[in-house]
């Protein structure tokens, strides 16, 4: 296994030189749609997965980057994840519209996979200043404190994160009305900030919809090796990171929790 030490200073350095310089400064020129208004890009993203993806190459040697703008500019294909090998996914900055808007909730995410699984995970909060890190069979941990959910809650009594912009019909109502039942829920807009608040117990479940790997990747090993649990509704088919088409999936931070969740979801 790599050092993950060393791959936590990188994306800090990242932040620290490509992306933080940029927010709340970001001029006109700097901010580009790819897919709609809802689907931006910026200089920050591209210099910090450019050098992130140097970077990470570097500290594992015969790894290779599968970035988010190296994908989305047709560069680099996501599909070689369904293969052999080893490979890092990188967000360079995940929820870019947060960030163009000011916003405090963005991240900085990578994940380690080899052979279709994924061995750690990073999710660096660069307003926030602290790390979640979780490597396979060695438990999840933020600003350096472990992290483990336990027990049970009724989803009564829950708060999710549900981001029902990126959802498509009939899904949208469905949940939206069903996420009605829980205590409250928030559309966060960052699987950064809604994996990292669900492994530390901040919420209790996130639903989520947009397939691509490097939103999730990191997010699984951080929320499993805390004790939640990733699948796929309704049934419940295991999360693997590979790209493919939008499905509705539901994460909860605790693993026992799952079902019942699942169950509410599916009742409207």
């Given at each position: 296994m790599t050092d993950l030490v060393k791959a936590e200073a990188l994306l800090r350095e990242a932040a620290e030189t490509f992306i933080m310089p940029r927010w709340r400064s970001l001029s006109e020129g700097e901010v580009e749609e790819k897919s709609g208004p809802q689907d931006l890009v910026t200089v920050a993203d591209r210099e910090a997965e450019l050098f992130l993806t140097r970077?990470?190459?570097?500290?594992?040697?015969?790894?290779?980057?599968?970035?988010?703008?190296?994908?989305?500019?047709?560069?680099?294909?996501?599909?070689?994840?369904?293969?052999?090998?080893?490979?890092?996914?990188?967000?360079?900055?995940?929820?870019?519209?947060?960030?163009?808007?000011?916003?405090?909730?963005?991240?900085?995410?990578?994940?380690?996979?080899?052979?279709?699984?994924?061995?750690?995970?990073?999710?660096?909060?660069?307003?926030?200043?602290?790390?979640?890190?979780a490597e396979e069979g060695s438990g999840a941990f933020f600003g350096g404190e472990r992290l483990r959910c336990g027990g049970t809650k009724p989803f009564s009594e829950a708060s999710g994160d549900f981001s029902r912009t990126y959802v498509e019909e009939p899904y949208r109502s469905?949940?939206?009305?069903?996420?009605?039942?829980?205590?409250?829920?928030?559309?966060?807009?960052?699987?950064?900030?809604?994996?990292?608040?669900?492994?530390?117990?901040?919420?209790?479940?996130?639903?989520?919809?947009?397939?691509?790997?490097?939103?999730?990747?990191?997010?699984?090993?951080?929320?499993?090796?805390?004790?939640?649990?990733?699948?796929f509704l309704p049934d419940g088919e295991a999360y693997t990171p590979v790209a493919r088409e939008p499905r509705p999936m539901l994460v909860t931070g605790r693993a026992g929790d799952w079902e019942g969740y699942a169950e509410v979801l599916g009742e409207v």
């Open positions: 970077a990470l190459e570097d500290l594992l040697p015969g790894s290779k980057v599968i970035g988010e703008e190296a994908v989305s500019a047709g560069t680099v294909s996501a599909a070689a994840l369904a293969g052999e090998g080893t490979f890092w996914l990188v967000d360079p900055v995940d929820g870019t519209n947060n960030f163009v808007h000011g916003s405090d909730r963005f991240g900085v995410m990578a994940a380690l996979v080899r052979d279709q699984k994924v061995r750690a995970g990073l999710i660096y909060l660069p307003v926030d200043g602290r790390c979640a890190v469905t949940f939206d009305l069903a996420t009605r039942k829980g205590r409250e829920t928030r559309q966060g807009r960052c699987s950064a900030y809604a994996y990292t608040d669900t492994a530390r117990g901040i919420i209790d479940y996130v639903i989520q919809y947009i397939m691509t790997p490097w939103d999730h990747a990191p997010g699984q090993i951080i929320v499993e090796e805390a004790g939640g649990r990733f699948g």
